[in-house]
Nanobody, 115 residues
């Protein structure tokens, strides 16, 4: 059983930056994809960004050019650098890891963008 623990959320003003971290209890090299998802109040959970074992990435359109996902296999950690944050980025952000058989989720970290 793999545990994922997110950190780095908080309150930030519009235009500010945050870096989220997702620390795994095991080796992330076992996962073909790791991603960040978010869920705002009253909305469905949506994909924000994913990174694949080969290094390819994809992003939802609303964050392209502002967010960057990266992974450090040596630290078993995935990051989400979020710049130029907007109020509409406010949500609980979740980390997800995909193996061929299973998917694992973290418990989430709150990001609030407000002046």
């Amino acid at each position: 059983q793999v545990q994922l623990v997110e950190s780095g959320g908080g309150l930030v003003q519009p235009g500010g930056s945050l870096r989220l971290s997702c620390a795994a209890s095991g080796s992330i090299s076992n996962f073909y994809a790791m991603g960040w998802y978010r869920q705002a109040p009253g909305k469905q959970r949506e994909l924000v960004a994913r990174i694949f074992s080969g290094g390819n990435t994809d992003y939802t359109d609303s964050v392209k050019g502002r967010f960057t996902i990266s992974r450090d296999n040596a630290k078993n950690t995935v990051y989400l650098q979020m710049n130029i944050l907007k109020p509409e980025d406010t949500a609980v952000y979740y980390c997800k890891a995909n193996s061929p058989q299973l998917a694992y989720w973290g418990l989430g970290t709150q990001v609030t963008v407000s002046s």
